[in-house]
């Protein structure tokens, strides 16, 4: 099933129609949908799609050929051993047609023949430049593929546009999982996050469901996926995971995480920026300030694994998973909350709940929070995020303590509860019945 990804096909679409040749980069991490993507663009086009293997530089230039053999009906191309060769002759076969070539999976050819991006680069400037080749590289290790793009790569100069492809946000959530309901739809957000690979294990299953078959359980999939994918892009596993350990327990300054962790200071900072730039960890402000920010794990799936999986491994390789989720359940509905209000921020951000905002933060100060503020016009608009079911004397009582909170700001001032459900909603109060007519 195809969904959402409405601006990354409009992205390709337009340069598809530009007349010159193409060459694109295509990036994310694993799992997020690109090569669905891909074949969806690909659908009404001429062209070749070609998934790269770690097998052997060999096998994948064969590979490589056979296709190109079969785009062309050219039989010589199965004869034609080098990589760079086979670009040449395409070239030549191609003249001013438009034909897609997508190399899936770059990230591998990159490793096969770590002189791929100057064979690239010659026999894009010598042959393929003047041709109507709309070529294609895709790649799942993101810090590989930003080698691609960046001042040093030889292909430098020579891309004619890159894409990153994110997860869902919480409407193409809704639109892949239309039967489940609203509070549904936010327990799947807390837990797998906008994957759709995640989201398609989880399915025909009920969160809780999948988190004890899919998740908790030994030899499925996600049981082991941040390790996996923390082992795939970095070459110090260990380190990241001791960083990501110490974040889900809390440790969420700069101060905090090197007394934990025994790294000193650069050392941290230098994984930390990583860690961001592979979008799993991410740093916020508080409101207003420019120091004494704080880490968080970005990754919701990471950030769930982290925080029940991770420590109660060694029970789970036993198979101890009934005892396990006892634990877990316990303190799954506070994690919800935390994760509820995570996803009305991001909500904010993105103006899928708009009030006209110019700006989202969150904001704390010496034991107390603002689960958000807002940067209007005409003022500041504070918003408090409850995973509860309130009685409309509970919601106003909130919204009072809201008001104290915000005494130390200057200026006009609005105030907005959004809760799972509030029972005779008043003025600036919404629940999850408010946010699903903004989302489906």
Known sequence: MFVDRERELEFLERKWKEKSAQLIIIYGRRRVGKTMLLKEFLKDKGGVYFLATADSMGENVKGLAEKFA???????????EDFGKLFRYLADELKNERV??????????????????????????????DTGIFLVLCGSSIGMMERVMEYRSPLYGRRTGQWKVEPFDIRAIAEMLPDRSMEELVKTYAVFGGVPFYLDLAKGLGVEKAIREKVLRK??????????????????????????????????????????TGLNRGNLSRYLDTLERLGIVGYELPYGKR??????????????WFRFVYPNLADLELGLVDEVWVRVEKDLNAYYGRMFERLIREMLKMKILDFGQRRVARWWHKG????????????????????????????????????????????????????RKIDEKGGGMMDLEDIEALVR
């Open 100 to 129: 897609a070539v997508v190399l899936d999976e770059f990230q591998y050819l990159m490793s096969l023949k770590p002189g791929i991006l100057s064979i690239l680069q010659k026999v894009w400037d010598e042959h393929l430049r």
């Open 219 to 260: 030899g499925e999939v996600l049981y082991e996926e941040p390790e996996f994918l923390l082992r795939e892009e970095l070459r110090e596993p260990r380190v990241y995971k001791l960083i990501l350990k110490g974040i889900s327990l809390g440790y969420e300054t700069l101060g905090e995480l090197v007394n934990f």
């Open 70 to 80: 079969e785009l062309t009906g050219r039989e010589y191309f199965k004869e034609v």
């Open 291 to 304: 120091k004494r920010g704080r880490y968080y794990i970005k990754d919701n799936f990471f950030n769930f």
């Open 368 to 419: 107390e929070e603002i689960d958000a503020i807002l940067e209007l016009d005409d003022g500041l608009l504070f918003v408090e995020v409850k995973w509860g079911r309130l009685r409309r004397r509970e919601a106003e009582r909130i919204l009072g303590d809201l008001e104290k909170k915000a005494e130390r700001f200057e200026g006009k001032k609005k105030f907005l509860l959004i809760a």
